[in-house]
């Protein structure tokens, strides 16, 4: 019956833990920590074309006017590249729109980016697409949403996005090849309809590496080439994307393989959502079922094993199994898949000093039932025997008892049941 209540109240803490997050840093720990040590390896034809620290020195600071922009669009297409994609925001108009138009006209494929703002206190949310014009010379569009968690770190993000219904994917997978299928569910919200924010398909990302890990081409490299033989071998063919990279432009995301490099450029993130799926290598959330499942069944069976085993083997076999839900996440990490697991370890680590004190408990209740026992005993020996002086020596009785007080913790009965 003692067993039967412990694993309900384990399985109840596994619930409970998993739907409250009571341990979400624990389980950000680990995820970070498998996903350090397993980057894939940056695409070869992902090259980002970067306005950066030497860029900004030479044609001054950011937003650059519009016609300097649509040059280095003309110099980037002049390169023949397979894809752009522009990771720069161009919702209001200015009066030197055209040459950014007649530029983004020249692209083959041109991708885009849009952003979902928030209005007010009630968090109502617009779409802010490119201007009329330049929305025109688009192929594609694509939101760039970083989801940011508690701990400021940007593991991932939701590939479809939208005011009312997420019909948006995101920048990265509107750029991706056709054929491509990243991992889909059903795109409906609980959220009502109207200005708020939809979002569905959330993944984690499996990085190539820490900042600079892509091929990246200064912008004023590409608008001043010193080599142009070089040049267009970086970019011919390739998918490029366009984005800030300078330090003080501030599109900067912390992600699990930032390190003394520091944060990623926002256009960096991109370049590593744009690699996952590709390359097939983004993380699947599995859902909190699986997680409630796999902790209720580590627990019984730890449940189980516990009262059968000797105090020296019960601390051995708590740490087996406490370590086992952390190598079931590794493993599932490795393949695609992440599951959290830090409640069911901490479930079955508390199993441990619980089982612990109802073995002491049992084993002293024992004692007590046997020194009990021994004072009838005396007390009928002292009344049969006529002899009020003759007694039994309880003080050698209790310290033999207290000899065997190891070997009683296993020879009672474990389960009042």
Same mark, same amino acid.
Not at 277 to 290: A, E, T
Not at 378 to 400: C, F, H, M, P
């Given at each position: ?96 729109? !055209? &040459?950014?138009?007649?530029?983004? $006209? @020249?692209? +083959? /494929? =041109? ?9 007010? #206190? ?6 802010? !697409? &490119?201007?009329?014009?330049?929305? $025109? @010379?688009? +192929? /594609? =569009? ?9 701990? #400021? ?265």
């Amino acid at each position: 019956m003692e067993s039967l209540l412990l694993l309900v109240l384990a399985g109840i803490f596994v619930a409970a833990g998993h739907h409250f997050q009571w341990f979400a840093g624990f389980d950000r720990l680990l995820y970070d920590a498998g996903i350090q040590r397993m980057t894939i390896e940056p695409d070869k034809n992902i090259v980002i074309v970067g306005i950066d620290d030497k860029s900004l020195h030479a044609y001054g600071p950011w937003p650059w006017p519009r016609p300097v922009q649509a040059e280095l669009l003309l110099a980037i297409n002049a390169q023949q590249p397979a894809k752009v994609a522009v990771d720069i925001i161009y919702a209001g108009t200015s009066p030197n729109d !055209l &040459p950014l138009v007649a530029a983004a $006209s @020249q692209i +083959d /494929q =041109l991708t885009l980016p849009m952003m979902i703002e928030s209005l007010g #206190a009630r968090q109502q949310h617009i779409e802010v !697409l &490119p201007f009329a014009g330049l929305l $025109s @010379q688009a +192929d /594609q =569009l694509g939101h760039v949403h970083v989801e940011l968690e508690e701990d #400021a770190i940007a593991r991932g993000t939701y590939l479809y996005q939208g005011v009312g219904t997420p019909h948006w994917p995101h920048l990265a997978l509107a750029l991706a090849d056709a054929n491509t299928h990243p991992p889909t569910e059903d795109c409906n919200t609980p959220q009502p309809r109207g200005l708020f924010l939809a979002k569905c398909n959330y993944v984690g990302i499996k990085f190539a590496g820490e900042s600079g890990t892509f091929s990246q081409v200064s912008a004023l490299d590409v608008l001043q080439p010193t080599d142009k033989v070089l040049l267009a071998q970086a970019l011919m063919g390739k998918t490029v994307l366009v984005g800030l990279t300078a330090s003080g432009a501030g599109d900067w995301v912390t992600s699990p393989v930032s390190s003394d490099s520091g944060p990623l450029a926002g256009v960096e993130f991109n370049a590593n959502l744009l690699n996952s799926i590709i390359h097939n290598k983004l993380v699947v959330p599995l859902s909190g079922s699986w997680a409630i499942f796999l902790g209720l069944l580590l627990v019984s069976t730890c449940s189980f094993l516990l009262p059968r085993l000797k105090p020296k083997q019960v601390l051995l076999a708590t740490v087996t199994f406490a370590l086992i839900p952390i190598v079931i996440s590794a493993g599932l990490l490795s393949q695609g898949f992440s599951l959290a697991c830090a409640a069911t370890t901490v479930a079955v680590l508390l199993l441990y000093p619980l089982w612990s004190w109802r073995r002491h408990e049992i084993a002293w209740q024992f004692i007590n039932r046997e020194l009990t026992r021994i004072d009838d005993e005396d007390q009928l020996w002292r009344e049969r025997s006529g002899n009020a002086n003759t007694t039994l020596d309880k003080n050698d009785v209790i310290s033999a008892l207290n000899q065997l007080f190891d070997r009683t913790v296993t020879a009672v009965p474990q389960d009042n049941g």
